[in-house]
């Protein structure tokens, strides 16, 4: 069962299980890695300081946080901020695809390169990629998946920000939900 999901090992570290968040039609969702240290503790995704980026990000381009549905890969916060294993991934995917599913967004935003090759099986880097539409469909579900940087390396670097903002301005303005 989801809130006492033992599937992988980040069960054992977690404080809270991260569900995604957001009204179920949304047209867009936006899909991170894996909940942090503010996440674990308060139960919701984004709301540390790379989440705020994301708030700020999102505002500038007149896309209501509330407005779009906000995920992870997997649903609990690796030890130590590292990044989610392939079969961690792997064992919280159903969830995902059942969040997906009840949604059907038009658009799936990924932040970060384990969200994009979660989703679309792609290892290409980042930086080759971000910014590009890709059809995939996830167990009879199509999505339009587009890449983009994460929050927190978009927070270190100014190069990177603008790609961030620009990325979300060309697909995300506009589409505030149903
Ligand atoms: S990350 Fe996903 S699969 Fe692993 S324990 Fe948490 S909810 Fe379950």
Do not use: W
Not at 40 to 61: I, N
Not at 85 to 101: H, Q, T, V
Not at 114 to 142: C, Q, W, Y
């Amino acid at each position: 069962m989801i809130s006492n999901c033992r599937r992988c090992r980040l069960s054992e570290g977690r404080n809270r299980i991260v569900h995604g968040q957001g009204p179920s039609g949304s047209r867009v969702a936006i899909i991170g890695e894996a909940p942090g240290a503010q996440e674990d503790a308060a139960g919701k995704p984004f709301v540390g300081r790379a989440g705020k980026l994301l708030d700020q990000s999102l505002e500038m381009h007149s896309v209501r946080r509330d407005r779009v549905f906000v995920s992870n890969i997997v649903r609990c916060r690796p030890p130590g901020n590292r990044k989610p294993k392939r079969d961690e991934i792997a064992a919280c995917r159903p969830f995902l695809i059942k969040e997906l599913s009840s949604i059907e967004p038009r658009i799936v935003m990924t932040l970060g390169g384990v969200a994009f090759t979660a989703l679309t099986g792609s290892s290409r880097p980042l930086r080759e990629v971000a910014g590009k539409r890709f059809d995939v469909e996830l167990n009879g579900i199509h999505l339009t998946v587009v890449p983009n940087y994460h929050p927190a390396a978009a927070m270190r670097s100014r190069a990177i920000r603008r790609s961030f903002e620009k990325i979300i301005a060309e697909n995300l303005s506009g589409k505030k939900g149903r």
